[in-house]
């Protein structure tokens, strides 16, 4: 079982930065795609950005160029820095780790959450 917690979330001012934290309780970034999903009000979770075992990264088209996702595997740690925010960027904010392709139809992870709201 794979525990993620995250942290880093909170109210900033549009134009501005915030870096959320995805801490795993294990190594996993060799079996397990990371990823960065948001859910506004009334609306779906989508994912937002996600790296692969190979390190290859992917971002919605809305937030390329603003928002970087990296990791840390000495710290079993996933970042999703985000900058030049708006108010559309307004959600909560989740990590996931998926690992169904390698470890099984079980193997899909969430944290619980972090509220990111941007406003002036």
């Known amino acids: 079982q794979v ?3 995250e ?5 900033v001012q ?3 930065s915030l870096r959320l934290s995805c801490a795993a309780s294990g190594s996993i970034f060799s ?3 990371m990823g960065w999903y948001r859910q506004a009000p009334a609306k779906s979770r989508v ?3 996600a790296i692969t075992s190979d390190g290859v990264t992917d971002y919605i088209d809305s937030v ?3 928002f970087t996702i990296s990791r840390d595997s000495a710290k079993n740690t996933v970042y999703l820095q985000m900058n030049s925010l708006k108010p559309e960027d307004t959600a909560v904010y989740y990590c996931n780790a998926d690992g169904r392709a390698t470890m099984g ?3 899909d992870y969430w944290g619980q959450g972090t509220q990111v709201t941007v406003s002036s």
Do not use: M
């Open 14 to 16: 549009p134009g501005g």
């Open 105 to 107: 139809p079980n193997a």
């Open 64 to 66: 390329k160029g603003r």
């Open 3 to 5: 525990q993620l917690v």
């Open 47 to 49: 994912l937002v950005a």
């Open 7 to 11: 942290s880093g979330g909170g109210l």
């Open 31 to 33: 079996t397990h795609v």
